[in-house]
């Protein structure tokens, strides 16, 4: 079945960087845009940005411009997101979504903990 | 930045009966809007793009209308899986969620 697989959680000191991978499978890795989003606790989903898995294209929102990085690797059909100078504001629900009808298939989620 | 905003932040309803769930937008999104549901533990589950097309596997007791800035979601009957929280979300100009609505058992 079609579906994207995330890394697992990740506790990260102050400045530090995190990583996380999106694992697709079940479709054609190559046809669709992933996005990242994230949830902090009690707040709203929030659109990172995304990248064309295809040709590698990215758009970062704004408001990570600069501190987040997309790459993908298509012979293993995953996608990354490096997140860098982290601080204890980056403790979130990190996701991957394939952007198909807005967006149709959801990673798990992969929990970034931020703490000294 | 175009803002979303959902009401009632909680809904309390009945197993049987009716919810509609609000959301309005700060700007004109068009039909460019879609909902979501999403349980404790678990990633959102895309319910509606173009604010009433359902996606793959929605029953047809949930409902979406609307445009330009109001937008509704109805569930016609609610059933003990359907109590969750509900997203709205816009895609007209980049992408932007609202804080949630949480249907609860009443």
């Known amino acids: ?116 | 930045e175009i803002v979303m905003t959902q009401s009632p932040a909680t809904l309390s309803v009945s197993p049987g009966e009716r919810a509609t769930l609000s959301c309005r937008a700060s700007q004109s999104v068009s039909s460019n809007l879609a909902w979501y549901q999403q349980k404790p533990g678990q990633a959102p589950r895309l319910l509606f793009y173009g604010t009433s097309t359902r996606a793959t596997g929605i029953p047809a007791r949930f409902s979406g209308g609307g445009s330009g800035t109001e937008f509704t979601l109805t569930i016609s009957s609610l059933q003990s899986e359907d109590f969750a929280v509900y997203y709205c979300q816009q895609y007209n100009n980049w992408y932007s969620f609202g804080q949630g609505t949480k249907l609860e058992i009443k």
């Open chain 1, 1 to 116: 079945q079609v579906q994207l697989v995330q890394s697992g959680a990740e506790v990260k000191k102050p400045g530090a960087s995190a990583k996380v991978f999106c694992k697709a499978s079940g479709y054609t890795f190559t046809t669709y845009a992933i996005h990242w989003l994230r949830q902090a606790p009690g707040q709203r989903l929030e659109w990172m940005g995304w990248i064309n898995a295809g040709n590698g294209n990215t758009k970062y929102s704004q408001s990570f411009q600069g501190r987040v990085t997309f790459t993908r690797d298509t012979s293993a059909s995953t996608a990354y997101m490096e997140l860098s100078s982290l601080r204890s504001e980056d403790t979130a629900l990190y996701y991957c979504a394939r952007e198909s009808n807005s967006f149709d298939i959801w990673g798990q989620g992969t929990m970034v903990s931020v703490s000294s």
